[in-house]
Structures are given as C-alpha cells and as structure tokens.
C-alpha cells in the first residue's frame, strides 16, 4: 500500500520553505548596514573581496551538494550562465555604488522594482505573456519610483538612484537567463558571477591604481559580505524556494526591502525621506498587489506540482 503523506507533513515543509527563504531576506537586508560599516574602501575593493569569499564558499556548498565540480556545472549551463553571471556582476556593483551614493531605503525599494522589469523583458525575449495586472501594477510601481527621486537633490543621490534602477535591470536579466537556459538552480551562475567580479574588479583596480590591501575593517567586513549575507543568504533561498509558489517568494522577498532602512535606523540612525516613504509605500503596493493577484489566479486553476 503506497503511503500517503499526510497534510501535517505538506503544512511542515511549507511552513520551513517560509522559514527559509524569510532567513534569506533578512540575511540579504544586512547589506546596507555592512556597506555603511566600510570605511574606505569603494565599490570596486568592496566587490572584489566580498567575491572572494562567496566564490570559495559557494565552491563548497556546490561540491558538496552535487558532488560534482561547480567549473563543470558552469559549463554545462552554457551561455544563459554566462549572461546571468555577467548581469549579476553588474547588478552587485550597481547596487554597492548606490547605498555608498544614496540612502539605503532609497536605494532597496529601487532594488525591489526588478520583479517589474524581469516581467518587461520576459515579454519580448522569452514571450512570455505578462497579464494586464501586471501591466498596471507597473504602471503604478514607476509612479512610486518618480514620487521617490522627485525630492533628491542631484549629484551622488541621482547618479546613486539610476546606479539602483541598473541594479534592477541586472538582476532582471539574471533571473530572465535563468528561465533562458531552463535552470532552476541559481547558485552555479552565481558562484560564475563571482569568478568573473575577481576578474574584472582586480583589472579595474590595477588600471586605476586602487590599492587591494585595504584596512582590516574593510576586508572583513566585505569577506563577512560574502559569506554570510550573499552567500548563506542564497543557501536559504534555494533550500525554501523548492517548496513555495512564486507568489509567495515574492511576498517574502519584501523582507529584505523592509529591514534593509530598519538596520541603518537602528544601529546607525538613518532615516528615510518623506518622498521616499511615500513613494516606496506605492511600489510595494504595486508590488504586493501583482502577488496577490498571482496568487488568487493559481487558486482558479487545478492544483499542480510546482517546481521553482
């Protein structure tokens, strides 16, 4: 007689996928609070060492869950790998110059507008049919953003607001590589992402004679980075998303958004700006109302087997 699982156990695994990926966003959230912790170093070094300690640590973490090399994985990933990894580059950089540029609170609900852009470029490189909610709740979510920069003053604040919008777009173009190449494991192009930072950080560094030795708060600090807030951040997010709908990722996923400005307040006593706490309320309710609508359109169709 073949045993059924009963709904205490399916209740337990989603209630630890929920545990889970909300670890990931508070990991995740912990970013600007380690950036503002830096005290010389600029986004270059910062990357640089924080890529050094995430490849070695997701080498690991990949070698031992698939007891295969991660180079071989990379490879047999192919190009989409390479383009996830190369945007994410990029969408890490963007995102270290912006907190170091603008506030944190500015800069991670600008962060938070990537799902908005993931579904744009989805639409015109996979096909993929985006519904007319998600339509509007963009229309509503660059409504927010313009609430949001209508206040900023120029310079640094508006280069490190476009530097966050880039950010977005980066991790966009992950994600949609990733639906590409039909993978539904990120950490191989992550720990890709990273290789091709240390590269490309140290060139940067070199030609610009920027010094890789850097003080002992610094390269801990972007090592502790790595490790930690990026790396175990996305061991949590991979272990909890195997067991919940899309929806529901991105819901918990605001956590992140949300306790990123609550640390800086916090240890640090940064506040938000009026414009952008009202413009970042509109974005997550554009954000959490596509999700809800996601959500209820899943319900309305027979209950599947869902793979993420």
């Not at 929920?18 to 609070?33: D, H, I, N, R």
């Not at 995102?95 to 938070?112: E, K």
């Not at 502790?224 to 067991?243: H, I």
């Not at 819901?251 to 009026?274: D, I, R, T, Y």
Request: glycine share 10%.
């Amino acid at each position: 007689m073949q045993n059924v699982p009963r709904q205490s156990d399916h209740l337990r695994v989603h209630y630890k996928g929920l545990l889970f990926v909300f670890m990931a966003g508070v990991l995740w959230s912990t970013v600007g609070l380690g950036i503002r912790l830096i005290q010389e170093a600029n986004v270059w070094q910062i990357l640089f060492y924080r890529s050094i300690s995430l490849s070695t640590f997701l080498f690991f973490v990949i070698l031992i869950r698939s007891r295969e090399n991660p180079l071989k994985l990379v490879v047999r990933a192919g190009a989409p790998a390479v383009v996830a990894g190369l945007s994410l580059m990029a969408a890490y950089s963007g995102g270290i110059y912006a907190i170091q540029s603008t506030s944190v609170a500015n800069a991670m609900l600008l962060f938070a507008s990537a799902p908005f852009f993931a579904a744009v470029l989805g639409s015109y490189v996979l096909k993929e049919r985006v519904s007319a909610v998600t339509w509007v709740s963009i229309g509503v979510a660059i409504f927010g953003i313009t609430v949001m920069v209508s206040d900023l003053t120029g310079g640094p604040e508006w280069s490190g607001s476009l530097a966050a919008l880039g950010s977005a777009i980066g991790f966009s173009i992950f994600t949609v590589s990733l639906r590409w190449g039909k993978s539904n494991d990120m950490l191989p192009a992550v720990f890709l992402s990273g290789l091709f930072s240390i590269i490309i950080t140290a060139t940067i560094c070199i030609n610009l004679a920027l010094p890789l030795v850097l003080s002992v708060n610094d390269i801990s600090i972007s090592f502790g980075m790595g490790v930690f807030q990026v790396g175990a951040g996305l061991v949590f997010y991979t272990l909890g998303s195997k067991t919940l709908p899309a929806a529901e990722l991105t819901l918990l996923s605001l956590a992140e958004v949300l306790l990123g400005p609550f640390w800086v307040w916090l240890f640090l006593g940064e506040m938000a700006s009026s414009a952008t706490a009202l413009g970042g309320a509109i974005l997550l309710f554009a954000i959490v109302g596509n999700a809800v609508y996601g959500t209820r359109k899943k319900r309305e169709k027979p209950r599947a087997r869902i793979s993420l």
